[in-house]
């Protein structure tokens, strides 16, 4: 039988792709199938943030930790979904930043979900001085458009039933606000209107900002209005009427795990919703959270990559009735 090269490769990747998932250390086996397995992926700036990684070197190192995320994610054989929770695109979504994605995500072996980030549809290009440029509504839309079809989303906000749990993706859209991470009016009606419907639901929701107050100034953009997710007070209200919502899962404040903030007791939005953190991917050591659905309880653990380690210290389990 004749073989290209190109054929060759692929056999290749998939035959080593087999093994690392019966030797790699990274592999989390599936003893048993009573829970379902979200990774979370925040802020991955692809292909990476020129402006803060100026150095050719850290860049390559950068790059490198990506790409060894990629082999991990890809040795992982009991995820169910991966979740992009905004900020996919470097800066502003320049050809060159979506083709990176493209490359990244297109090399995933799991079922993908994305949601909008401020990076995503806000900036249109750098001045001179490399400061973003924001769109206005008119870009900002175009900006959205073009994610939606990127990433083949039918939507920018969306729900999925994983077993007994409710999933609900939520993007930044607000087309004319001056704050980062802003839900359109017809969004918060929407969401409104799905935990309404879904009562008896435990419900996870994704967002590419944190609630306000789960995380300590700890510099000085926590907490503000940029840097929270918004509107606040509406987002407030809905969730005290739908006690079903158990998670909030977020990225937007780049929080690692070397933060005391990263799974502390200042999560816990006013008694009822835990707020997971997602640190970035713009780094040469990478850490992602796993999410675990099992069917009286969710399950967080976070490893981190450089290492092949799971921080059992930060492993956190929400009873659900």
């Not at 990774?39 to 150095?55: F, G, K, M, Q, Y």
């Not at 850290?58 to 169910?80: C, E, F, H, S, Y």
């Not at 009606?189 to 799905?194: G, H």
């Not at 100034?217 to 407030?236: D, G, H, L, M, V």
């Amino acid at each position: 039988m004749n073989i290209n090269r190109k054929t060759a490769v692929r056999l290749f990747i998939a035959v080593a792709m087999t093994l690392c998932s019966w030797l790699g250390p990274a592999v989390a086996s599936a003893e048993s199938t009573d829970y379902q397995r979200i990774v979370i992926l925040s802020d991955a700036h692809l292909p990476t943030t020129p402006r803060e990684n100026a150095d050719p070197a850290k860049q390559a190192r950068i790059l490198a930790a990506k790409q060894k995320l990629l082999t991990d994610l890809n040795a992982w054989t009991d995820v169910g979904l991966v979740v992009a929770t905004g900020d996919v695109v470097a800066s502003y979504g320049a050809d060159e930043e979506y083709a990176a994605a493209r490359d990244f995500f297109g090399g995933l072996v799991q079922p993908q979900a994305f949601i909008v980030g401020n990076h995503d549809y806000i900036y249109i290009g750098r001045d001179h001085q490399h400061r973003l440029i924001r769109g206005d509504a008119t870009q900002r839309q175009a900006k959205l458009e073009r994610f939606r079809q990127e990433f083949k989303q039918s939507q920018l906000y969306y729900t999925q039933q994983r077993g007994r749990y409710l999933l609900v993706f939520l993007s930044a859209d607000s087309l004319e606000s001056k704050v980062l991470c802003q839900f359109s009016h017809q969004q918060m009606t929407w969401l409104a209107n799905v935990l309404a419907e879904n009562k008896t639901r435990p419900t996870i929701i994704f967002a590419h900002a944190p609630l306000a107050g789960t995380l300590t100034n700890y510099n000085k953009n926590i907490n503000t209005p940029s840097f929270i997710a918004q509107p606040e007070q509406e987002i407030r209200q809905v969730l005290h009427k739908n006690p079903q919502v158990i998670l909030w899962v977020s990225g937007h404040t780049h929080t690692p795990p070397t933060n005391p903030d990263f799974a502390a007791a200042i999560n816990l939005y006013d008694g009822q919703v835990r707020n997971i953190h997602n640190p970035d991917l713009d780094r040469e050591v990478i850490w992602t959270n796993s999410v675990y659905l099992y069917p009286d309880k969710v399950v967080i653990k976070t490893f981190r990559h450089s290492d092949q380690t799971w921080l059992d210290q930060l492993e956190r389990t929400i009873e659900v009735q």
